[in-house]
């Protein structure tokens, strides 16, 4: 166990539909990372916040977008759901920035039918 | 650019032998480099990270070199085992700083 929790494990949703993320990093942790993992693919990097401030941007859709919250919690938010959206998405936290060691958590498992 | 190209994408090799994976990045001002590991499906899990003021790191089984001339650094596992059977991913520190980019990784497997 890493330390950081994601919910919902698995989500099933509909094409054109909404769904949350959302992510709670190791204590003490100031960065939270999301990545995007498809079938047969390696990690994509989506976004970094760091203390609630954006620290970097991958090639995220402009259908999602991300917050980090007073708590350090993070909600990674995607909208217009499309087929190719189904895939295992990470949270990762580290100390603070990204020459840290990052501590991925369970994922979410998002399936749009 | 960031770019990491991560090679071979797969690798099969008997228990006991050595197993070695490479890649090359792109960003000159990338200074740390850290390898995960992902077992089937489990979160990838760091094993071993070089920093730009090293040239390589051991651990038990495991090592890491860097050449920052050629901006390509290599992962080793000596002794292999059917535990370390698993899809490694390669990174590079790269957006300033910010951001890791990932390889695309490479599936280990190690037969009896």
């Known amino acids: 166990d890493s330390g950081v929790t994601q919910t919902p494990k698995h989500l099933i949703t509909a094409t054109g539909q909404r769904v949350t993320l959302r992510c709670s990093p190791r204590?003490?942790?100031?960065?939270v990372y999301w990545y995007q993992q498809s079938l047969d693919q390696g990690l994509q990097f989506l976004i970094h916040?760091?203390?609630?401030?954006?620290?970097a941007k991958g090639n995220i859709l402009e259908r999602f977008s991300a917050q980090q919250f007073p708590d350090l919690h993070s909600e990674l938010n995607l909208s217009s759901l499309e087929l190719g959206d189904s895939a295992l998405y990470f949270c990762?936290?580290?100390?603070?920035?990204?020459?840290?060691?990052?501590?991925f958590g369970p994922g979410t498992r998002l399936t749009v039918l | 650019g960031e770019n990491v190209e991560q090679h071979p994408s797969t690798l099969s090799v008997q228990e006991g032998d050595s197993a070695v994976i490479k890649c090359t990045y792109s960003d000159s001002a990338s200074n740390y480099f850290p390898w995960y590991k992902q077992e089937l499906g489990k979160r990838p899990q760091l094993i071993i990270d070089?920093?730009?003021?090293?040239g390589e790191k051991k651990d038990q089984r495991i090592a890491v070199t860097l050449n920052k001339t050629a901006k390509h650094f290599s992962l080793h596992i000596t002794e292999t085992q059917p535990e370390d059977s698993a899809v490694y991913f390669c990174?590079?520190?790269?957006?300033?700083?910010?951001?890791?980019?990932f390889g695309t990784g490479t599936q280990l497997k190690v037969e009896l």
């Open positions: 916040y760091y203390n609630g401030e954006e620290r």
């Open positions: 070089i920093r730009s003021n090293v």
């Open positions: 204590s003490g942790d100031l960065s």
């Open positions: 990174a590079a520190l790269t957006g300033g700083g910010n951001k890791l980019t």
């Open positions: 990762a936290s580290s100390v603070s920035g990204a020459y840290n060691e990052q501590f």
